[in-house]
T-cell receptor
Framework: QQQVKQSPQSLIVQKGGISIINCAYE??????FPWYQQFPGKGPALLIA?????SEKKEGRFTISFNKSAKQFSLHIMDSQPGDSATYFC???????????FGTGTRLKVLA | DAGVTQSPTHLIKTRGQHVTLRCSPI?????VSWYQQVLGQGPQFIFQ???????GRGNFPDRFSARQFPNYSSELNVNALLLGDSALYLC?????????????FGPGTRLTVT
């Protein structure tokens, strides 16, 4: 019940296309859902985060869509660029805690 | 402003040895969390510290310990190293104020156990 399941494991997208990464969770006590971007040899960088009281949040080319009833959330990267090629992790945490449960990661490659 | 800093960047240890990893949070952040990231996997929560007190512990053996100092920096200690402890160790800092649960990660320390 503590798991966060992430898919796909890897993704190849053409430059200018839309990259979509999905995550699902079981624990309804989770109430904070961040997405992180990680380049090889670097620490994860916070991209965008959402709470269950909203269904969508957009920041620049990055959008989180949240479906509370389905217990799913997804990251959409619009106009994908080669510089977006990285590993993306979704995560979840429960109210009042800073213990993030991370997904297994999605390796994104954007072709020039 | 400087981000989260960690030292050392890399280190190589032998099985059975002890290691100490260090972390300095973002200025003004009072909480530090430690995560272990094995190659090809997502980070796994080890500890969270706030105001020098342990606030959370993940499913790791007692060989792992940590502490936080009055300046909010932190150390992660691992005793009796095993080959399986080889990983990237990440430190994350948080403001821990109001409804903000954002965590900002440092570049990590790459530990190799031989």
């Amino acid at each position: 019940q503590q798991q966060v399941k992430q898919s796909p494991q890897s993704l190849i997208v053409q430059k200018g296309g839309i990259s979509i990464i999905n995550c699902a969770y079981e624990n309804t006590a989770f109430d904070y859902f961040p997405w992180y971007q990680q380049f090889p040899g670097k620490g994860p960088a916070l991209l965008i985060a959402i709470r269950p009281d909203v269904s969508e949040k957009k920041e620049g080319r990055f959008t989180i869509s949240f479906n509370k009833s389905a217990k799913q959330f997804s990251l959409h990267i619009m106009d994908s660029q080669p510089g977006d090629s990285a590993t993306y992790f979704c995560a979840a945490s429960m109210a009042g805690t800073y213990k993030y449960i991370f997904g297994t990661g999605t390796r994104l490659k954007v072709l020039a | 402003d400087a981000g989260v800093t960690q030292s050392p960047t890399h280190l190589i240890k032998t099985r059975g040895q002890h290691v100490t990893l260090r972390c300095s949070p973002i200025s003004g952040h009072k909480s530090v969390s430690w995560y272990q990231q094995v190659l090809g996997q997502g980070p796994q929560f080890i500890f969270q510290y706030y105001e020098k007190e342990e606030r959370g512990r993940g499913n790791f053996p007692d060989r792992f310990s940590a502490r936080q100092f009055p300046n909010y920096s932190s150390e992660l200690n691992v005793n009796a190293l095993l080959l399986g402890d080889s990983a990237l160790y990440l430190c994350a800092s948080s403001l821990m104020q109001g409804a903000s649960y954002e965590q900002y990660f440092g570049p990590g320390t790459r530990l190799t156990v031989t």
